[in-house]
């Protein structure tokens, strides 16, 4: 028997799906199942894969319950770090987020901390490469890993990351900034890709409006 876990969010770029439609042949790729995060990503990948599908969510996720004792900090923003070495479209998104998320907190008296993808010089030499100390950095361990803070935290933003995803099926208020398909127009990086959506919604943009970032 053979299962496949999906670990992250997927797209049709420079992603799995990107490389899946080479294969014109169905039946030369197969599984007995996939477990997919959604029906909707399930169905995806039945387009490309001969193979049954279940949608069970992140198993890393579902692995780390909510500690529900763990109190919220008041007035706090995190932002999760999508920095990817070398990277330089990705990051000067990031960055445009990152610029406005420090002036929103410094207008509305919010402390604004920076979960951490690799914690490494280079990464936070990113951050602090833009004028400013209203910020901190917050570094992820055993005992206290991605979960613990997003769970933490009052309000997480993401560009489109899994942990945003799997912050916003903890119940905890997740804002999407998916401004990737704005400037690349790839509809896969499209909040709730497959699934499709408006451009904009009470939690999510697509799209670079400075004006309705402050709205969500």
Same mark, same amino acid.
């Given at each position: 028997?053979?299962?496949?876990?999906?670990?992250?969010?997927?797209?049709?770029?420079?992603?799995? #799906?990107?490389?899946?439609?080479?294969?014109?042949?169905?039946?030369?790729?197969?599984?007995?199942?996939?477990?997919? #995060?959604?029906?909707?990503?399930?169905?995806?990948?039945?387009?490309? !894969?001969?193979?049954?599908?279940?949608?069970?969510?992140?198993?890393?996720?579902?692995?780390?319950?909510?500690?529900?004792?763990?109190?919220?900090?008041?007035?706090?923003?995190?932002?999760?770090?999508?920095?990817?070495?070398?990277? #330089?479209?990705?990051?000067?998104?990031?960055?445009?987020?990152?610029? #406005?998320?420090?002036?929103?907190?410094n207008k509305k008296?919010?402390?604004?901390?920076?979960?951490?993808?690799?914690?490494?010089?280079?990464?936070?030499?990113?951050?602090?490469?833009?004028?400013?100390?209203?910020?901190?950095?917050?570094?992820?361990?055993?005992?206290?890993?991605?979960?613990?803070?997003?769970?933490?935290?009052?309000?997480?933003?993401?560009?489109?990351?899994?942990?945003?995803?799997?912050?916003?099926?903890?119940?905890?208020?997740?804002?999407?900034?998916?401004?990737?398909?704005?400037?690349n127009q790839n509809?896969?990086?499209?909040?709730?890709?497959?699934?499709?959506?408006?451009?904009?919604? !009470?939690?999510?943009?697509?799209?670079?409006?400075?004006?309705?970032?402050?709205?969500?």
């Amino acid at each position: 028997t053979t299962i496949v876990i999906q670990s992250g969010w997927r797209t049709i770029s420079n992603d799995l #799906f990107d490389q899946l439609q080479f294969y014109k042949n169905k039946s030369n790729l197969s599984s007995d199942w996939i477990l997919t #995060f959604n029906e909707s990503i399930g169905l995806e990948y039945k387009k490309y !894969i001969s193979t049954k599908t279940l949608a069970i969510g992140n198993i890393s996720n579902n692995a780390n319950s909510k500690d529900f004792s763990n109190k919220r900090l008041e007035d706090t923003i995190l932002l999760i770090s999508q920095w990817v070495e070398g990277n #330089f479209e990705d990051n000067r998104i990031l960055m445009l987020l990152f610029r #406005f998320l420090k002036n929103y907190a410094n207008k509305k008296d919010k402390k604004l901390g920076i979960l951490l993808r690799k914690n490494n010089y280079n990464e936070k030499f990113f951050f602090e490469s833009d004028p400013g100390e209203n910020f901190h950095f917050i570094k992820k361990n055993n005992s206290k890993n991605s979960y613990h803070w997003i769970d933490k935290y009052e309000t997480i933003v993401t560009v489109d990351s899994t942990l945003g995803y799997e912050s916003l099926s903890r119940g905890n208020k997740t804002i999407f900034f998916n401004i990737r398909s704005n400037y690349n127009q790839n509809k896969g990086y499209s909040f709730g890709w497959p699934n499709i959506f408006s451009k904009k919604g !009470i939690i999510w943009t697509d799209e670079n409006d400075i004006n309705y970032f402050e709205k969500i």
